[in-house]
């Protein structure tokens, strides 16, 4: 097997709950070496050590504990600091500053470190202080508005949108300055938050605004402009028929052999199918409710119209395609024994992306990274002794 593409890499992972541990799995699963820094007192983090969703964020990592309250805490930071390439940590934007660990000090242990903060709000600004968590995020920026049935009220998405985008977006940043790294020789600080990020999510429906101050509502299960596109109810549940454009639409109105809805000038354009959305929509539904969801899936997609399945999650999982993408990878916990845990959704032809650990018990590999740093067994024992490990 190739080396994996980022296995020349050490990484310094400070982060806690959801949107940090998520853009360090992104490096860990290509392989970089990361080491997870955690308190020895107990700490808040998402689920227990055993939960799924901890078992899910913190795999292919090293575990080492160290009290960062304390000087000698903060002086092996300082060590592991000065042979990393990467650093990430989720704190409130104070909180680095206080303990002495910012960007602009770390920088000059090593000028080479990418340094990378993901916050709720953004390191300045008049709401930099303030915590951050996603439900809040995906509220101010806007997703909120745009979810959900017309005139329900605002409405959550089902995951953790704002925390996931963040995480991505800032391990593409961290991935954008190792690149650019290579040229100047140079570190930087990368930054991103839960707010910029779930904005920049909105894609299309900010451009509404932005391009032609339109505001978008709630448009339930609907596309918000593109007609037909949404949920129709079968004789056995329910499908997501997308058939927007003339072309798809006629093709929609043939497999249904529903032919006299392209002549009804009431739908003629992408225009009148949107100002007649909901007359067009009972109108394809009477006849989608006709037959099961399977023959509908069959029947429109030979036709090429895109259509599919309305899946719970272990659905999800059990379709073919699913289970061809290989999303789902498996691993051996040595407690915990064998685990399933989500995967990546992009693939490399020549260096994939791996699962080569489980999620580690904390502090597992506090000594060998220790010894890695030079000490010896009586300096860690005493390490140990004055709560330092």
Same mark, same amino acid.
């Given at each position: 097997?190739?080396?994996?593409?980022? @296995?020349?890499?050490?990484?310094?992972?400070?982060?806690?709950?959801? $949107?940090?541990?998520?853009?360090?799995?992104?490096?860990?699963?290509?392989?970089?070496?990361?080491?997870?820094?955690?308190?020895?007192?107990?700490?808040?983090?998402?689920?227990?050590?055993?939960?799924?969703?901890?078992?899910?964020?913190?795999?292919?990592?090293? @575990?080492? +504990?160290?009290?960062?309250?304390?000087?000698?805490?903060?002086?092996?930071?300082?060590?592991?600091?000065?042979?990393?390439?990467?650093?990430?940590?989720?704190?409130?934007?104070?909180?680095?500053?206080?303990?002495?660990?910012?960007?602009?000090?770390?920088?000059?242990?090593?000028?080479?470190?990418?340094?990378?903060?993901?916050?709720?709000?953004?390191?300045?600004?008049?709401?930099?202080?303030?915590?951050?968590?996603?439900?809040?995020?995906?509220?101010?920026?806007? /997703?909120?508005?745009?979810?959900?049935?017309?005139?329900?009220?605002?409405?959550?998405?089902?995951? $953790?949108?704002?925390?996931?985008?963040?995480?991505?977006?800032?391990?593409?940043?961290? /991935?954008?300055?190792?690149?650019?790294?290579?040229?100047?020789?140079?570190?930087?600080?990368?930054?991103?938050?839960?707010?910029?990020?779930?904005?920049?999510?909105?894609?299309?429906?900010?451009?509404? %605004?932005?391009?032609?101050?339109?505001?978008?509502?709630? $448009?339930?299960?609907?596309? =918000?402009?593109?007609? =037909?596109?949404?949920?129709?109810? +079968?004789?056995?549940?329910?499908?997501?028929?997308?058939? @927007?454009?003339?072309?798809?639409?006629?093709?929609?109105?043939?497999?249904?052999?529903?032919?006299?809805?392209?002549?009804? =000038?009431?739908? @003629?354009?992408?225009?009148?199918?949107?100002?007649?959305?909901?007359?067009?929509?009972?109108?394809?539904?009477?006849?989608?409710?006709?037959?099961?969801?399977?023959? %509908?899936?069959?029947?429109?997609?030979?036709?090429?119209?895109?259509?599919?399945?309305?899946?719970?999650?272990?659905?999800?999982?059990?379709?073919?395609?699913?289970?061809?993408?290989?999303?789902?990878?498996?691993?051996?916990? =040595?407690?915990?024994?064998?685990?399933? /845990?989500?995967?990546?959704?992009?693939?490399?032809?020549? +260096?994939? %992306?791996?699962?080569?650990?489980? +999620?580690?018990?904390?502090?597992?590999?506090?000594?060998?990274?220790?010894?890695?740093?030079?000490?010896?067994?009586? $300096?860690?024992?005493?390490?140990?002794?004055?709560?330092?490990?």
């Amino acid at each position: 097997m190739a080396a994996l593409p980022l @296995s020349r890499f050490k990484v310094i992972d400070l982060t806690r709950a959801r $949107a940090g541990p998520t853009a360090v799995r992104q490096l860990a699963d290509w392989g970089a070496d990361v080491i997870k820094v955690e308190a020895p007192e107990e700490t808040a983090e998402v689920g227990s050590r055993n939960s799924p969703d901890f078992q899910n964020l913190h795999r292919n990592k090293r @575990s080492i +504990t160290l009290n960062l309250k304390h000087p000698q805490g903060i002086e092996i930071l300082k060590r592991l600091v000065a042979q990393a390439d990467v650093l990430v940590e989720n704190y409130r934007p104070d909180v680095k500053f206080r303990l002495g660990i910012d960007y602009l000090r770390l920088r000059e242990i090593n000028p080479r470190l990418v340094y990378a903060s993901i916050s709720g709000f953004g390191q300045d600004g008049p709401y930099r202080d303030r915590p951050g968590l996603d439900q809040i995020a995906q509220g101010m920026g806007g /997703l909120m508005s745009i979810t959900g049935l017309p005139g329900q009220g605002p409405v959550r998405a089902g995951i $953790a949108v704002a925390d996931v985008s963040a995480g991505v977006f800032c391990a593409m940043g961290i /991935l954008i300055a190792l690149l650019e790294r290579e040229q100047s020789g140079q570190g930087q600080w990368v930054q991103t938050s839960l707010l910029a990020a779930q904005i920049a999510l909105l894609d299309f429906q900010a451009a509404r %605004w932005l391009l032609n101050r339109e505001i978008p509502e709630q $448009a339930g299960n609907n596309h =918000p402009t593109a007609v =037909p596109t949404g949920v129709f109810a +079968t004789a056995n549940g329910h499908i997501n028929i997308a058939a @927007s454009g003339n072309d798809l639409f006629g093709r929609l109105c043939k497999a249904l052999k529903a032919e006299h809805l392209i002549k009804n =000038p009431d739908y @003629s354009s992408g225009r009148a199918r949107l100002r007649n959305r909901d007359q067009l929509n009972q109108e394809i539904e009477k006849i989608t409710r006709t037959q099961p969801s399977e023959h %509908w899936i069959d029947r429109l997609n030979a036709a090429g119209v895109p259509c599919g399945p309305i899946y719970r999650i272990d659905q999800v999982f059990a379709d073919p395609q699913v289970q061809h993408l290989r999303i789902a990878r498996e691993i051996d916990h =040595p407690t915990l024994g064998r685990q399933q /845990l989500l995967g990546q959704a992009v693939e490399l032809s020549r +260096t994939p %992306w791996s699962l080569r650990m489980p +999620t580690p018990e904390k502090g597992s590999s506090t000594e060998s990274v220790l010894r890695e740093l030079g000490y010896d067994a009586e $300096a860690v024992a005493q390490l140990r002794s004055s709560g330092v490990i």
